[in-house]
């Protein structure tokens, strides 16, 4: 049996994957998708329930920093640079870039958790400092 990841979408949509699967989602019901299926469920902006769901690609696992401050420093600049840039699929919802787009420009796997403190950091730095 196939491992299954619980995830939520912030729409109603039906996706077609390029496997076969025909998935419908309803907004801010859980839905289990086949493990498989993440990548195309991420790029149509649907998120894990629980980051431990993911599955853990080694390749990107080994070029993640171990240092905690070298973690948070890298995705700010990731988080600061996928703003920079705006592309629109980078976005969720919430005007926060997505776990995918932030993992993709940092080459490895970043807790939704980590990303979000990272976010919340960045705009307390900035109310600080008067520019938000």
């Known amino acids: 049996m196939q491992k299954q990841i619980r995830v939520k979408s912030s729409r109603n949509f039906v996706m077609v994957s390029t496997l076969g699967h025909a998935i419908q989602f309803v907004k801010n019901e859980e839905t289990t998708i086949p493990a498989v299926l993440l ?6 902006g649907v998120v894990p329930i629980e980051d431990d769901d993911l599955p853990q690609d080694p390749a990107m696992m080994d070029s993640a920093p171990v240092d905690p401050m070298k973690r948070k420093a890298d995705l700010k600049a990731a988080i600061q640079a996928i703003k920079n840039r705006n592309h629109r699929e980078d976005f969720g919802a919430t005007g926060n870039p997505k776990v995918a787009a932030t993992e993709k420009y940092l080459g490895w796997h970043a807790s939704g958790k980590e990303i979000e403190a990272a976010i919340q950091e960045l705009n307390d730095e900035a109310a600080d400092a008067g520019l938000k």
Not at 39 to 44: G, H, I
């Open 39 to 44: 990548s195309e469920a991420l790029a149509q």
